[in-house]
Nanobody
Framework: QVQLVESGGGLVQAGGSLRLSCAAS????????MGWFRQAPGKEREFVAA???????YYADSVKGRFTISRGHAEKTRYLQMNDLKPEDTAVYFC?????????????????WGQGTQVTVSS
């Protein structure tokens, strides 16, 4: 069992930055792919970024060049650095962990989810 807790969300002006954290407890995080998804009101949950168990990274086109996903030194934390934020980035952001050989950019590829953290970008 893996428990995930996100933090770092908040209100920021357009062009600003935030760093989201996803802390895991329970089993070791080392063998899991980890993804970030977001969901805006009235919209479906969408893929943002992911890092595979062996360190490969993947990004949605909408965030490429602005967001960076990374691993913490303790292997139980993953980060999403978000720069040059835009109002359309406003959503609840979720981290998720999946025990798969390959990265999946869909929610079905993940077994564990955090409760989400709100990111609001004002224009």
């Amino acid at each position: 069992q893996v428990q995930l807790v996100e933090s770092g969300g908040g209100l920021v002006q357009a062009g600003g930055s935030l760093r989201l954290s996803c802390a895991a407890s329970g089993r070791t995080f080392r063998s899991y792919n980890m993804g970030w998804f977001r969901q805006a009101p009235g919209k479906e949950r969408e893929f943002v970024a992911a890092i595979s168990w062996n360190g490969d990274t993947y990004y949605a086109d909408s965030v490429k060049g602005r967001f960076t996903i990374s691993r913490g030194h303790a292997e139980k934390t993953r980060y999403l650095q978000m720069n040059d934020l835009k109002p359309e980035d406003t959503a609840v952001y979720f981290c998720a962990a999946g025990y798969r050989l390959r990265i999946d950019t869909g929610p079905s590829g993940y077994d564990y989810w955090g409760q989400g953290t709100q990111v609001t970008v004002s224009s």
